[in-house]
């Protein structure tokens, strides 16, 4: 018998007070607070993972998800899902949110990523132009126990690696060097002012510098030809990508069913669209949420098209969409739409502050990420047309730029050495996004000098994977049962 599922917890109303600051501790009451916080939840606990009978089941976890999905994409979520154990982890956000829920925790939060696998890094440009490692992705981001990230990084690592055929030393190796990293940069942000913390950020050299000794001649031409070819994923290599343009005019190209122009969904052109012109509106109010600097920016595009676009493994099936903007020379800038409903974690960890789910997002990136995206916004959509020609419930989106220099590591051709320094890379970058927002002194404090952290979080790490194994296997089973549909769309 499988434990009830709890049902999301009610949306905070928005508020029009300012809470007011917190008060200031001092140095000593805050290492205080993270040694005591070690004392009632001593380090080793953290490799506590007891799947019992009252688990709640996977499948049905996910399986709730899907009710408020397109219904048309589901089967795509599910076979991208079941090609191996790391694409059923990508997609099980939820699941291990309700795993982690029961699970040992210091009491001391930061705002989470919500879904820090490896996958989720990468790297993007600065509104600088300067190319810069981070955190890319915020769906599930909400404030919560920092313990939560990490463990979910590090099993991450522990699934590649199985995925990849290493061998269990080194996957162990890469898992641990990888909980070392944020042990060693969160002691080390402890001792740092916190304007130092905020701009503290990791491009090339960071990179060469974190990784357990120097980088060799072959992987520093790895890196730059990541890095040469994140800088070919501009506006104007999306333009080659995704659209044409004929007789001075630019449209999307169809691609289905991963890319559907708005014209394919419902009928006729874009201009001629009484829902498509409606977006004009909801763009102005987009527009609202952009400093003003850079709704002057954008004032210099005009929106020319739109598509439904597929994205991701655990995102298939919400509503994402690509917008085509250009300027009077045909220069296009290339927006995304991607539906934020409530954070996976907010049934464990309570509501969100802000009413909307964009907005929620957008403020979490900006608090995490060293710089975020310059069209970073959210909007509101009532009356939402899914595609059918029916109006249904409002949706929140949040929306930012399609591309824009953004790549990430070959995760499948990583070699064990490869893994363990991207991991380390990652642990880094997620000890800094906690700094920004939580308190480094009192983590710091908790993880103190020994790898007593490092082992728990390697233990959890290899229990958990082996859970996901099975948990991937019953998707297999269900999906050969004919109890879930699936079609593979790469």
């Given at each position: 018998?499988?434990?009830?599922?709890?049902?999301?917890?009610?949306?905070?109303?928005?508020?029009?007070?300012?809470?007011?600051?917190?008060?200031?501790?001092?140095?000593?009451?805050?290492?205080?607070?993270?040694?005591?916080?070690?004392?009632?939840?001593?380090?080793?606990?953290?490799?506590?993972?007891?799947?019992?009978?009252?688990?709640?089941?996977?499948?049905?976890?996910?399986?709730?998800?899907?009710?408020?999905?397109?219904?048309?994409?589901?089967?795509?979520?599910?076979?991208?899902?079941?090609?191996?154990?790391?694409?059923?982890?990508?997609?099980?956000?939820?699941?291990?949110?309700?795993?982690l829920a029961p699970t040992p925790r210091s009491g001391i939060t930061v705002q989470l990523c919500g879904d820090a696998h490896l996958a989720n890094f990468g790297l993007f440009a600065s509104p600088e132009r300067h190319v810069v490692f981070d955190i890319n992705d915020f769906d599930e981001t909400a404030p919560g126990p920092w313990e939560w990230d990490?463990?979910?990084?590090?099993?991450?690592?522990?699934?590649?690696?199985?995925?990849?055929?290493?061998?269990?030393?080194?996957?162990?190796?890469?898992?641990?060097?990888?909980?070392?990293?944020?042990?060693?940069?969160?002691?080390?942000?402890?001792?740092?002012?916190?304007?130092?913390?905020?701009?503290?950020?990791?491009?090339?050299?960071?990179?060469?510098?974190?990784?357990?000794?120097?980088?060799?001649?072959?992987?520093?031409?790895?890196?730059?030809?990541?890095?040469?070819?994140?800088?070919?994923?501009?506006?104007?290599?999306?333009?080659?990508?995704?659209?044409?343009?004929?007789?001075?005019?630019?449209?999307?190209?169809?691609?289905?069913?991963?890319?559907?122009?708005?014209?394919?969904?419902?009928?006729?052109?874009?201009?001629?669209?009484?829902?498509?012109?409606?977006?004009?509106?909801?763009?102005?109010?987009?527009?609202?949420?952009?400093?003003?600097?850079?709704?002057?920016?954008?004032?210099?595009?005009?929106?020319?098209?739109?598509?439904?676009?597929?994205?991701?493994?655990?995102?298939?099936?919400?509503?994402?969409?690509?917008?085509?903007?250009?300027?009077?020379?045909?220069?296009?800038?290339?927006?995304?739409?991607?539906?934020?409903?409530?954070?996976?974690?907010?049934?464990?960890?309570?509501?969100?502050?802000?009413?909307?789910?964009?907005?929620?997002?957008?403020?979490?990136?900006?608090?995490?990420?060293?710089?975020?995206?310059?069209?970073?916004?959210?909007?509101?959509?009532?009356?939402?047309?899914?595609?059918?020609?029916?109006?249904?419930?409002?949706?929140?989106?949040?929306?930012?730029?399609?591309?824009?220099?953004?790549?990430?590591?070959?995760?499948?051709?990583?070699?064990?050495?490869?893994?363990?320094?991207?991991?380390?890379?990652?642990?880094?970058?997620?000890?800094?996004?906690?700094?920004?927002?939580?308190?480094?002194?009192?983590?710091?404090?908790?993880?103190?000098?020994?790898?007593?952290?490092?082992?728990?979080?390697?233990?959890?790490?290899?229990?958990?994977?082996?859970?996901?194994?099975?948990?991937?296997?019953?998707?297999?089973?269900?999906?050969?049962?004919?109890?879930?549909?699936?079609?593979?769309?790469?």
């Open positions: 018998m499988t434990k009830a599922i709890p049902a999301p917890r009610s949306r905070k109303r928005p508020t029009t007070e300012t809470p007011p600051a917190p008060a200031l501790l001092t140095h000593e009451q805050r290492v205080a607070r993270g040694k005591a916080a070690r004392s009632e939840v001593p380090r080793a606990t953290h490799a506590e993972f007891f799947p019992g009978p009252g688990r709640a089941d996977p499948l049905a976890l996910l399986s709730e998800q899907d009710e408020s999905r397109v219904p048309e994409l589901l089967p795509i979520r599910y076979g991208r899902m079941a090609s191996s154990a790391f694409s059923f982890f990508r997609g099980a956000a939820l699941p291990m949110a309700s795993d990490v463990k979910r990084l590090a099993t991450s690592i522990e699934v590649a690696g199985r995925s990849n055929g290493y061998a269990p030393k080194a996957r162990r190796t890469a898992v641990l060097a990888t909980v070392a990293e944020y042990r060693r940069a969160m002691r080390a942000f402890a001792g740092m002012d916190p304007l130092a913390i905020w701009y503290s950020h990791a491009d090339l050299a960071r990179i060469e510098a974190l990784t357990s000794g120097s980088l060799r001649s072959k992987e520093k031409k790895t890196i730059a030809r990541t890095i040469a070819k994140a800088q070919t994923k501009d506006n104007l290599g999306a333009l080659a990508r995704f659209a044409t343009v004929d007789n001075g005019v630019a449209r999307l190209t169809a691609e289905p069913p991963l890319v559907v122009p708005i014209g394919d969904l419902w009928g006729g052109t874009p201009q001629g669209n009484a829902t498509f012109e409606g977006l004009r509106s909801l763009m102005e109010a987009y527009r609202l949420t952009l400093p003003p600097e850079r709704r002057q920016l954008l004032d210099r595009y005009r929106l020319v098209d739109l598509a439904r676009k597929v994205v991701g493994v655990g995102s298939v099936g919400t509503r994402s969409w690509m917008i085509l903007l250009v300027d009077e020379e045909l220069h296009p800038l290339f927006l995304q739409a991607k539906e934020a409903g409530p954070s996976v974690l907010e049934r464990f960890v309570g509501a969100s502050e802000y009413s909307n789910g964009g907005q929620r997002v957008v403020i979490g990136q900006r608090l995490m990420q060293t710089v975020s995206d310059i069209f970073l916004g959210w909007v509101s959509v009532t009356g939402y047309n899914d595609g059918s020609g029916q109006f249904d419930v409002s949706r929140d989106f949040y929306i930012r730029q399609l591309r824009d220099w953004k790549g990430s590591a070959d995760i499948e051709t990583l070699v064990p050495d490869g893994m363990r320094m991207y991991g380390e890379i990652c642990g880094w970058t997620l000890a800094r996004a906690h700094a920004r927002t939580g308190d480094p002194v009192a983590i710091a404090a908790y993880l103190g000098g020994s790898a007593a952290f490092d082992e728990a979080v390697g233990e959890f790490a290899v229990a958990y994977a082996t859970q996901n194994e099975l948990d991937h296997q019953s998707l297999v089973d269900a999906i050969a049962a004919g109890r879930i549909q699936a079609e593979a769309v790469a």
